[in-house]
């Protein structure tokens, strides 16, 4: 199973600041991987797949690099509306797993 | 646009057989394009999936949960099932029914709105 760690577990962070999350899977996934935000009492919303393509609809402040082990997703000018929790997902191999999360919080 | 939609107990008794069902309308459960997942989240945890089922019945499962599960489809009704048995309080969680697009490394691109099962006495 590919364990995939995130960093760090909480940020808070004012808005129009710059946001940057990580993503570290325990072996070499290619671009497998998928970024998605959770609000509180919603369903994840895809962000970012195959590790830097945005997914329709999604504002451009979001966006993702990275390749093999380490990725990272970047919002830039952060808004009030983005306070939520971040999660990555490979779909490399079985089983598919998630990272443990991230949580940003406004300031 | 797609849209998928969980139903079933919001109860379960512990031992007993947690079953929950998810309608996908605007897309068709029979196209060979798609994966049909599901995933749970036990409250304030993280994710985790349970397994997906492919339109032809065939399915894969997390081998965590393998000797308890079993997804199923059926196509008239444009519906996937989940049955987990024998569960315990530990099996508590929101349950999301989610779409993967049959190509290597593809992400869940749309989940149902979630339904929360307690398993509790």
């Known amino acids: 199973e590919i364990v995939l760690t995130q960093s760090p577990d909480f940020q808070s962070v004012t808005p129009k600041e710059k946001v940057t999350i990580t993503c570290r899977a325990s072996?070499?996934?290619?671009?497998?991987l998928h970024w998605y935000q959770q609000k509180p009492d919603q369903s994840p919303k895809l962000l970012i797949k195959y590790a830097s393509q945005s997914f329709s609809g999604v504002p451009s402040r979001f966006s993702g690099s990275g390749s093999g082990t380490d990725f990272t997703l970047t919002i830039n000018s952060l808004e009030a509306e983005d306070a939520a929790t971040y999660y990555c997902?490979?779909?490399?191999?079985?089983?598919?797993?998630f990272g443990q999360g991230t949580k940003v919080e406004i300031k | 646009q797609v849209q998928l939609q969980e139903s079933g107990p919001g109860l379960v008794k512990p031992s007993e057989t947690l079953s929950l069902t998810c309608t996908v309308s605007?897309?068709?459960?029979?196209?060979?394009?798609?994966?049909w997942s599901w995933i749970r989240q036990p409250p304030g945890k993280g994710l985790e999936w349970i397994g997906y089922?492919?339109?032809?019945?065939?399915?894969n499962y997390n081998p965590s949960l393998k000797s308890r599960v079993t997804i199923s489809v059926d196509t008239s009704k444009n519906q996937f099932s989940l049955k987990l048995s024998s569960v315990t309080a530990a099996d508590t969680a929101v349950y999301y029914c989610?779409?993967?697009?049959?190509?290597?490394?593809?992400?869940?691109?749309?989940w149902g709105q979630g339904t929360l099962v307690t398993v509790s006495s």
């Open positions: 989610a779409r993967e697009e049959v190509l290597t490394g593809s992400p869940f691109d749309y």
């Open positions: 089922i492919y339109y032809s019945g065939s399915t």
């Open positions: 605007g897309g068709s459960v029979s196209s060979g394009s798609y994966y």
């Open positions: 997902h490979q779909s490399s191999s079985l089983p598919r797993t």
């Open positions: 072996q070499s996934i290619g671009s497998s």
